[in-house]
């Protein structure tokens, strides 16, 4: 069998944190840069901003030649949305709003084809991203694709535990905006959504799967990485971008 495509999972299994960032720019550019500045995966938003599946082709494409693994976020916990992006070259789906085992096993099977799920077959332009033949592409796009769920609604956080229970979970990230969202607030940094954050933090470790998060501060992601975070999210592309240029502007006379 060829070898698998995707390195994420190895580096998994080796407990090696993994670092990446979400892109909502329809930036073929952008992502160039981002994928060449030492991340291992970016997530390609398809959930919110204005990217369609022409730049979100682009955008993928645009990670060849660098280690980078294109993922994509789609806008809803649905097979349909989740085939197009994968036949384009993603080598990974991130899912919304996973509440409930029943939605995490829909998840698992999107991104497998039978007998192991439901994924149907047109990888018509996946195998020109990564260099391989059609049955090269076919013979590991079962272990290739990364299903990476979402816990991000307090329904989530009462089924932790039927929820990472389910087979098939590659890496489960926290959500903290929709998290405190679900309980009528507007920030992570509510004592109640911390305490939310912890639980869910509690049962997707207690599984084994392994978990990402946001990491807002360089202190931060040291932090979640030593409760052993192994997936993080270092920021959009439009937060880094502002970032960047206001530290630009640290330091000079205005």
């Given at each position: 069998?060829?070898?698998?495509?995707n390195r994420l999972r190895q580096q998994w299994r080796e407990k090696r944190p993994t670092f990446g960032a979400i892109a909502t720019i329809p930036s073929?550019?952008?992502?160039?840069?981002?994928?060449?500045?030492?991340?291992?995966?970016?997530?390609?938003?398809?959930?919110?901003?204005?990217?369609?599946?022409?730049?979100?082709?682009?955008?993928?494409?645009?990670?060849?030649?660098?280690?980078?693994?294109?993922?994509?976020?789609?806008?809803?916990?649905?097979?349909?949305?989740?085939?197009?992006?994968?036949?384009?070259?993603?080598?990974?789906?991130?899912?919304?709003?996973?509440?409930?085992?029943?939605?995490?096993?829909?998840?698992?099977?999107?991104?497998?084809?039978?007998?192991?799920?439901?994924?149907?077959?047109?990888?018509?332009?996946?195998?020109?991203?990564?260099?391989?033949?059609?049955?090269?592409?076919?013979?590991?796009?079962?272990?290739?694709?990364?299903?990476?769920?979402?816990?991000?609604?307090?329904?989530?956080?009462?089924?932790?535990?039927?929820?990472?229970?389910?087979?098939?979970?590659?890496?489960?990230?926290?959500?903290?905006?929709?998290?405190?969202t679900s309980i009528n607030k507007r920030g992570p940094d509510d004592p109640e959504v911390l305490a939310l954050m912890a639980r869910a933090e509690a049962?997707?470790?207690?599984?084994?799967?392994?978990?990402g998060g946001v990491a807002r501060t360089t202190d931060h992601a040291n932090a979640m990485i030593d409760r052993g975070y192994l997936a993080l999210a270092?920021?959009?592309?439009?937060?880094?971008?502002?970032?960047?240029?206001?530290?630009?502007?640290?330091?000079?006379?205005?």
């Open positions: 069998m060829p070898a698998p495509l073929l550019q952008t992502v160039q840069i981002m994928a060449r500045s030492g991340l291992d995966w970016i997530i390609v938003d398809l959930e919110h901003g204005p990217i369609d599946l022409g730049s979100a082709h682009a955008m993928i494409t645009a990670t060849s030649g660098t280690p980078c693994v294109p993922l994509a976020r789609i806008a809803a916990n649905e097979a349909w949305l989740a085939k197009a992006p994968m036949d384009i070259g993603a080598l990974g789906i991130n899912f919304p709003m996973i509440c409930s085992r029943k939605d995490a096993e829909k998840a698992v099977r999107s991104v497998r084809y039978p007998p192991r799920g439901e994924r149907l077959w047109g990888p018509f332009h996946a195998p020109f991203r990564w260099g391989v033949s059609m049955p090269e592409y076919m013979a590991t796009a079962d272990d290739d694709m990364i299903c990476m769920i979402t816990i991000e609604h307090v329904e989530a956080v009462n089924h932790i535990d039927e929820i990472m229970a389910t087979p098939g979970i590659d890496v489960a990230v926290i959500g903290p905006g929709d998290l405190a049962g997707i470790l207690n599984s084994g799967v392994p978990i270092l920021g959009f592309d439009w937060s880094l971008l502002s970032g960047g240029i206001a530290a630009r502007f640290e330091g000079i006379k205005r």
